[in-house]
């Protein structure tokens, strides 16, 4: 990070999503520093039994438990995500996904979730409103990339064909700055409540 990269305050991590995030390495660990000194063993036997049921059940294991601790975190977010204005675009990391730099001229339209709760949980209409909207860009091609931290604000920042969702703590401060460094930017900002839903196009 340079001193010219701005950091965007981010939500915190789910407590479900950091308790699986801790839960993940505790069961994959032991399992795999058993079964490698298992395949060991195995191994170190003047004849070992190369296409034995055993040692293929440890390989199988060590398999499994390797997809758990690699694959797994970085196709879902399990850790904590980070986001920067830069001067080359927004960065988004993530343990185990590495950083990810959005070009600002790749960047063609903002969407904001926000969910407002002052007065109660939001409808179920609107809930349904915000699924409906995301399945409707799933149909039409459009692929999700997952770097958000909860549920209650989400910002979808279209490129391409791909969305990227991140979890600003103020989409709508977030929406402001990207618009200082893209000209034109496209926003919509939806605002879930106990009675539905506020949809707004334009500047935040």
């Known amino acids: 990070m340079t001193a010219r990269d701005e950091e965007i305050p981010s939500l915190p991590l789910h407590t479900q999503r950091r308790l699986l995030g801790y839960l993940v390495p505790l ?32 390989l199988v294991t060590v398999s499994f438990s390797l997809v758990l601790l690699l694959l797994i975190p970085n196709h879902s977010p399990l850790y904590t995500n980070h986001y920067w204005l830069t001067p080359k675009g927004l960065k988004i990391t993530r343990p185990l996904k590495g950083t990810k730099i959005l070009p600002y001229d790749t960047i063609d339209r903002l969407e904001l979730y926000i969910r407002d709760e002052r007065r109660g949980k939001p409808s179920k209409e609107a809930l349904q409103y915000a699924r409906d909207h995301v399945n409707d860009l799933r149909k039409t091609g459009f692929k999700f990339i997952d770097y958000t931290n909860n549920e209650t604000k ?23 700055k990207l618009g200082k460094r893209i000209r034109r930017l496209s926003v919509k900002t939806v605002t879930l409540t106990p009675k539905g839903t506020r949809v707004k196009e334009g500047a935040p």
């Open 154 to 176: 989400i910002a979808l920042v279209h490129t391409g064909e791909k969305i990227y969702m991140i979890t600003p703590a103020n989409p709508k401060a977030f929406a402001q």
């Open 27 to 58: 069961v994959s660990i032991p399992i795999l520093i058993w079964k490698a000194y298992s395949i060991s063993l195995i191994l170190s036997q003047p004849s070992p039994p190369l296409s034995g049921l055993e040692l293929l059940n440890d």
